[in-house]
């Protein structure tokens, strides 16, 4: 990284003498394993030379990632630059103040030697450290070794003026390092890391790796996180830390993240490791390994006492509510969903919210639905941390993939009991989660109530929350239509996604106050609605329909039996 404000990584890549491999290909990956998508990091290349001693050596570009070299069986080097200004977890980035390394964006691998030993060598600006999980080679700065390739890009190596912190819990070394500005008080984000890290340790009894890194960076906006095998990269939004919220947002993703290196990073579906770098990677899991993981990170939150059961319910209420009223929640089988992420999560459409659901958001409530199952058929003494921690001794300590079956057995294992029906109707079926009815077996009351009356201290507030035209609005200063319910009012009236609403009954409206006149109209009353369609001012009129949204709470039923509170305790407070 001669020069850090060109933003280019300068890489030099020697192969040795392949005397078996005349001929040999060159690949870049197409995507970061933990982010489902095609992101072609080979746009990102410039300046590529591939020669022996200085002389090129005849090459071919095969397609838009592979090149073929005559190597003649002998050593090959290859140098290019790679162009990072993309700060986020799963891409290379380099400025004057930090670099941050993601091998899948930086690194050639040689197709059929993945499985090599590789080293590493970093050059940094002088006065900038390095922090990585990779092993470092005794005697030479900055070296690094890797088993083979999937270790070396799955270690990602953080670079610059970083604050770095280590602590030990049990027989590992735990380290920590914390790049850009924040308002965070950095002890007490390590006191809760610390906390988290030994809930998860005590759930599947011990660590998998000697070491272990936290790469968090500090930026103006929240980016979310990607796990490895033996580090996690966090994005926080670093100037966020204003209330108790923006604390426990981090410690969820810290949560979620660090139980990736169990769930998908060792206990895995076949396809997840080794990888193909080159094209999507279909797994029917990720309502497991990401649902599931969204829904432990609670239990883990629960379990180091950064949460109590109150809040926690509380929380899970607000959140329910909000799964509840998501149309597509119902269309299309978590499996399906996991399989399409390439093409419908991550690209998504304008119906998407109509047709899909996201499999985090789906797969933490069929998580929640399968533990209180399993506490129920076990009197509370079982879940699914057991059922984790019995797929990771079965399978992932093992190297042993899974399989929906091997799920499934394991949970029927844990409830003794058969559980088919839940894989057929909530997995590989559409049936709605029968979440608050579940919750009220176990000593739970969950109360629906409409928005007016929700609104229980203004009797005008509550009388303008009955009328729903079935809009949402995209965010900005216009009020365009971002979604149409199928079915409500406006989808009646005809209108659309990206439709521009300019006036409701003749007033002029934009984002903030299209609700409030869409609410002076009562339920059956009638709204004209202006609004521009590609540049075309057209007219409808809607009648507004009783909303059907509801506000959910959910808290722990003081009146619950001693047998429902057992079950309940088992849950919220036991393991
Ligand atoms: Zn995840």
């Known amino acids: 990284m001669p020069e850090p404000s060109s933003h280019e990584f300068h890489v030099t890549l020697d192969i040795p003498a392949l005397s078996d491999r005349p001929i040999l290909d060159l690949v870049f990956p197409a995507w970061t394993p933990g982010s489902y998508m095609v992101r072609d990091f080979s746009r990102h290349i410039y300046d590529l030379q591939i020669a022996r001693n200085g002389t090129p050596l005849p090459c071919e570009r095969l397609d838009k990632l592979r090149w073929r070299v005559q190597s003649e069986g002998r050593p090959v080097r290859v140098s290019y630059r790679v162009f990072a200004f993309e700060q986020s977890v799963r891409t290379s980035f380099l400025d004057q103040d930090r670099a941050f390394l993601s091998g899948s964006s930086l690194f050639f691998l040689v197709d059929g030697e993945q499985t090599r030993p590789c080293l590493l060598d970093v050059e940094p600006p002088a006065s900038w450290r390095l922090s990585t999980a990779l092993s470092a080679v005794r005697g030479a700065r900055h070296r690094f070794s890797a088993a083979g390739y999937d270790e070396l890009v799955d270690q990602p190596v953080e670079v610059g003026r970083h604050r770095h912190f280590a602590f030990r819990q049990g027989g590992t070394r735990f380290e920590v390092a914390i790049a850009g500005p924040t308002n965070a008080d950095i002890a007490h984000l390590l006191s809760h890391l610390r906390r988290i890290v030994e809930a998860t340790g005590a759930l599947f009894g011990g660590f998998p790796f000697d070491r272990y890194l936290f790469v968090i960076h500090a930026l103006p906006e929240k980016g979310g996180g990607l796990e490895h095998a033996c580090a996690c990269t966090l994005d926080i939004a670093g100037m966020a830390f204003e209330d108790e919220k923006a604390y426990q947002r981090f410690d969820e993703l810290c949560a979620h993240e660090f139980f990736h290196a169990w769930n998908v990073k060792r206990i895995r579906d076949q396809v997840l490791g080794p990888f193909d770098y080159t094209a999507e990677n279909y797994t029917r899991l990720l309502w497991f390994h990401e649902g599931f993981t969204e829904y432990m990170q609670a239990i883990i939150l629960l379990r180091a006492g950064l949460v109590t059961p109150e809040h926690y319910l509380k929380d899970l209420g607000e959140d329910w509510a909000k799964y509840a009223?998501?149309?597509?929640?119902?269309?299309?089988?978590?499996?399906?969903?996991?399989?399409?992420?390439?093409?419908?999560?991550?690209?998504?459409?304008?119906?998407?919210?109509?047709?899909?659901?996201?499999?985090?958001?789906?797969?933490?409530?069929?998580?929640?639905?399968?533990?209180?199952?399993?506490?129920?058929?076990?009197?509370?003494?079982?879940?699914?941390?057991?059922?984790?921690?019995?797929?990771?001794?079965?399978?992932?300590?093992?190297?042993?993939?899974?399989?929906?079956?091997?799920?499934?057995?394991?949970?029927?294992?844990?409830?003794?009991?058969?559980?088919?029906?839940?894989?057929?109707?909530?997995?590989?079926?559409?049936?709605?989660?029968?979440?608050?009815?579940?919750?009220?077996?176990?000593?739970?009351?969950?109360?629906?109530?409409?928005?007016?009356?929700?609104?229980?201290?203004?009797?005008?507030?509550?009388?303008?929350?009955?009328?729903?035209?079935?809009?949402?609005?995209?965010?900005?200063?216009?009020?365009?239509?971002?979604?149409?319910?199928?079915?409500?009012?406006?989808?009646?009236?005809?209108?659309?996604?990206?439709?521009?609403?300019?006036?409701?009954?003749?007033?002029?409206?934009?984002?903030?106050?299209v609700a409030r006149r869409l609410a002076d109209c009562a339920p059956g009353q009638t709204a004209t609605i202006a609004f521009f369609r590609q540049e075309i001012l057209r007219a409808t009129s809607l009648r507004l329909a009783r909303s059907p949204e509801r506000k959910w709470t959910f808290a722990i039923d003081p009146a619950a039996s001693a047998a429902q509170r057992r079950i309940r305790d088992g849950w919220l407070r036991g393991f």
């Open 325 to 513: 009223g998501r149309p597509g929640r119902n269309v299309t089988p978590l499996s399906e969903l996991s399989f399409e992420a390439w093409i419908k999560q991550y690209k998504p459409a304008d119906n998407y919210t109509n047709r899909a659901v996201s499999y985090y958001e789906k797969g933490k409530w069929a998580a929640l639905l399968l533990d209180l199952v399993l506490r129920r058929a076990t009197e509370g003494w079982r879940g699914l941390p057991h059922l984790f921690r019995r797929l990771w001794q079965s399978h992932g300590q093992r190297g042993r993939p899974i399989t929906v079956g091997d799920v499934r057995a394991a949970a029927e294992s844990v409830g003794r009991a058969s559980l088919g029906w839940y894989f057929s109707r909530f997995i590989d079926g559409t049936a709605e989660l029968p979440v608050p009815s579940r919750l009220r077996q176990l000593g739970i009351t969950a109360q629906a109530r409409s928005p007016a009356q929700a609104e229980r201290e203004d009797r005008v507030k509550a009388r303008r929350q009955q009328g729903w035209a079935g809009l949402s609005f995209a965010s900005g200063e216009a009020a365009v239509v971002k979604n149409v319910v199928p079915d409500s009012p406006a989808w009646r009236a005809g209108l659309t996604f990206r439709d521009e609403i300019v006036a409701v009954n003749d007033h002029r409206v934009d984002a903030s106050t």
